[in-house]
Nanobody
Framework: VQLQASGGGLVQVGGSLRVSCAAS????????MGWFRQAPGKEREFVAG????????AYADSAKGRFTISRDNAKNTVSLQMHGLEPEDTATYYC??????????????????WGQGTEVTVSS
């Protein structure tokens, strides 16, 4: 499967942004999907994950209550709606997919497919 992330940009502190990821070349509803991010000089970290049917989600503590992951299997897309953005959220956001995961996982090594990333900058 190929993943194409979009929607990043510059937003002020407290603002909102929605990043999306379009999938092609695979049966989208057979993949667990995740969002990760990587800030300059830091390791890639898990943000949120969603099950194949969308019925189960998982969030990093930093994302709980502010971010919402969703997917549209008819449109082969997964999105991350972000509210209350803070400078610490500045990073490149990557969508990831894996066909064989049984549960939502937060380790980037568990995901076999990655998009190219979209940059989010939160300015103060």
């Amino acid at each position: 499967v190929q993943l194409q992330a979009s929607g990043g940009g510059l937003v002020q502190v407290g603002g909102s942004l929605r990043v999306s990821c379009a999938a092609s070349g695979g049966t989208f509803n057979s993949y667990v999907m995740g969002w990760f991010r990587q800030a300059p000089g830091k390791e890639r970290e898990f943000v949120a994950g969603i099950s194949r049917g969308g019925g189960s989600t998982a969030y990093a503590d930093s994302a709980k209550g502010r971010f919402t992951i969703s997917r549209d299997n008819a449109k082969n897309t997964v999105s991350l709606q972000m509210h209350g953005l803070e400078p610490e959220d500045t990073a490149t956001y990557y969508c990831a997919a894996d066909r064989f995961l049984r549960n939502l996982r937060s380790d980037s090594a568990d995901y076999g497919y990655w998009g190219q990333g979209t940059e989010v900058t939160v300015s103060s």
